[in-house]
């Protein structure tokens, strides 16, 4: 059973930097499918980043140029470091992981197998 813990996020103003993690714990290696989705408040829940299990990145517009996902296979961790923040990326943050499949990582709520609990992020203006 794969179980996913975040931390950090917390409050920001605008313009600043703050990142999240993701913990993994259980059979969770480099060939899952691993992404971050948001939950802004009374809205539906979006992806904001993914990686693929061949390395690939992929952002969603919103976020591409501001915003890094990354992974460490060795410590089994998520992260999301986020620069220029917004008011707009205030949510609470989820990561999301997928085992192995013989197609490519959907950026869709779904296609994801398991969760963690969330963190909030909230940015000031």
């Known amino acids: 059973q794969v179980q996913l813990v975040e931390s950090g996020g917390g409050s920001v103003q605008a313009g600043g930097s703050l990142s999240v993690s993701c913990a993994a714990s259980?059979?969770?290696?480099?060939?899952?499918?691993m992404a971050w989705f948001r939950q802004p408040p009374g809205k539906e829940r979006e992806r904001v980043a993914l990686?693929?299990?061949?390395?690939?990145?992929t952002y969603a517009d919103s976020v591409l140029g501001r915003f890094t996902i990354s992974r460490d296979n060795v410590r089994n961790t998520l992260y999301l470091q986020m620069n220029s923040l917004k008011p707009e990326d205030t949510a609470t943050y989820y990561c999301?992981?997928?085992?192995?499949?013989?197609?490519?990582?959907?950026?869709?709520?779904?296609?994801?197998?398991?969760w963690g609990q969330g963190t909030q992020v909230t940015v000031s203006s």
């Open positions: 999301a992981a997928k085992p192995p499949y013989s197609g490519s990582c959907v950026p869709r709520t779904a296609f994801y197998e398991y």
């Open positions: 259980g059979p969770v290696y480099s060939g899952y499918c």
């Open positions: 990686i693929n299990n061949d390395g690939s990145k």
